[in-house]
Each structure stands twice: as structure tokens, then as C-alpha cells.
């Protein structure tokens, strides 16, 4: 009988610390994305189409800052905070070559006072 409960109980602790883990996923998404510049309506957009079962990405960085780029999309005195791409995906999405982690992140060291 102490078997069946343990095993029992495995299950449920596991199962908890899934459901505890995809709530808190969802709570620090939002929290990032407030951080990284997303206002309530951008993240209400991909957040919905995710849920519809599009893809959707948030772009940032030259191609907002780009004067051709403004004035092909924005009118006088406008800026652009980011593009939204919202699709299906036709194969498989690939991971975009990135430097080495070495390159781009250094520890944190306290200042010396």
C-alpha cells in the first residue's frame, strides 16, 4: 500500500510542479515584454494570435530607426516602435546563427566601494 501512495504522490508532486511552472511562465512573459518596450496592445496582439495557432514575432532595431524605412511607413513627425509578423509557418522555423555566448555576456561583479 505505501508503494501505490508513493507512486501516487510522485505523480501529483510532478503534475504540481508542471502547473506551477506553465503559470509561471505565463505571469513573467508579460512582465519581459512590458520591460523590453511592448505595450499592452502588442503583446494582446501576438498573445492572441499564438493563441489562434499563428506564428508572430515582435522586430526591433535598425529597421525601425531607418529614416527610408519611416518614411515609407510613417507620416511626418511619426517614429516606429517595431514591426509585428503574424503567419503560419510553411516548415519548420530555424534558430538564426548567433555569436558565442562568450563574445556578448560577461559576469556581473560588485563595484569596489
Known amino acids: 500500500m505505501r508503494k501505490e501512495i508513493f507512486l501516487v504522490g510522485s505523480i ?5 510542479i508542471f502547473i ?3 503559470g ?3 505571469t513573467l512573459i508579460p512582465v519581459r515584454a512590458a520591460l523590453a518596450g511592448f505595450s499592452n496592445g502588442t503583446l494582446g496582439l501576438i498573445g492572441s494570435a499564438y493563441y489562434l495557432g499563428f506564428v508572430a514575432g515582435w522586430v526591433t532595431g535598425w529597421r525601425t530607426y531607418s529614416e527610408r524605412v519611416r ?3 510613417a507620416g511626418p513627425g511619426e517614429r516606429i516602435a517595431g514591426f509585428i509578423f503574424i503567419g503560419h509557418p510553411v516548415r519548420e522555423l530555424e534558430e ?4 558565442p555566448l562568450s563574445d556578448v555576456w560577461t559576469a556581473w561583479e560588485t563595484p569596489k566601494s
Open 12 to 16: 501529483l508532486f510532478s503534475a504540481a
Open 20 to 22: 506551477a511552472g506553465n
Open 24 to 26: 509561471l511562465i505565463g
Open 71 to 73: 518614411e515609407a511607413f
Open 96 to 99: 538564426r546563427e548567433r555569436p
